[in-house]
């Protein structure tokens, strides 16, 4: 007895499907026959066939109509899975950090502010402005904005060696994060901070980030990194 006979009824239409399917014999958009024709055509129930497009059909390999029938779907976009470099722990890790404190206090939110932060304006915030060093070389600047009510202590840390981001992962760890990340030019502050003194070396990457502890804006960072030492997804060899 060969394997496809030992397989359920329902398993073998369903292979045989996906196998038109992956060869390209049956392309996007392709009809694929009708419960009965399945039933007839390999000797089952009608709730036999109409088992196996139903699964195809959650799996997403089709798509089924109501008196029009199953169809080959679209398969759905891959979006690439691309990890942000953590620049800072990577210093930490394998160079010698150190951290200059720029600013490091309370402010009240403007209405730009609030409503990112999702908080009422002239609330109370804090912000910080950090440049990280790897062995005294700035690698990137750093501008964050936390919630004071989620963080009461933060403005009273020493950032010297914890960064602002490991303190608020141990005082509240961000239930999700959002991100985005843009190619900028760098202001003249920025530049002077990162030591961009060279025709080019304006154009940096920036990183924002929402933290969120469920539905509370824990913080806001901004990070600033010269282009030519900020690389997404692994090396090529």
Request: glycine share 4%.
């Amino acid at each position: 007895m060969t394997d496809s006979l030992k397989l359920p009824r329902f398993l073998l239409i369903k292979q045989t499907i996906e196998n038109h399917i992956s060869s390209g014999s049956w392309p996007v958009g392709t009809r694929v026959p009708s419960e009965n024709d399945l039933a007839a055509s390999f000797s089952v129930s009608r709730m036999t066939a109409r088992r196996a497009l139903t699964e195809l059909d959650k799996e997403g390999l089709l798509t089924r109509t109501p008196g029009l029938g199953s169809f080959v779907a679209k398969p759905p976009a891959v979006i690439p899975n691309v990890e942000l470099p953590n620049v800072v722990q990577d210093i930490q890790n394998i160079g010698i950090y150190s951290c200059r404190i720029l600013t490091l206090e309370t402010i009240q939110a403007d209405m730009a502010t609030a409503k990112k932060m999702r908080v009422e304006v002239d609330d109370e915030l804090y912000k910080g402005i950090f440049v990280h060093l790897d062995s005294q070389n700035p690698v990137q600047f750093e501008e964050i904005v936390v919630n004071a009510k989620l963080a009461p202590a933060f403005v009273k840390q020493n950032y010297n060696k914890v960064t602002a981001e490991n303190y608020l992962n141990w005082v509240i760890a961000p239930s999700h994060t959002e991100y985005r990340v843009s190619a900028v030019q760098a202001s003249a502050a920025q530049r002077r901070e990162l030591k961009l003194t060279h025709d080019g070396e304006g154009i940096c990457i920036k990183v924002t980030k929402r933290h969120w502890v469920q539905k509370t804006v824990l913080s806001i960072s901004t990070l600033i990194n010269p282009a030519e030492k900020f690389h997404l997804g692994q090396q090529i060899q």
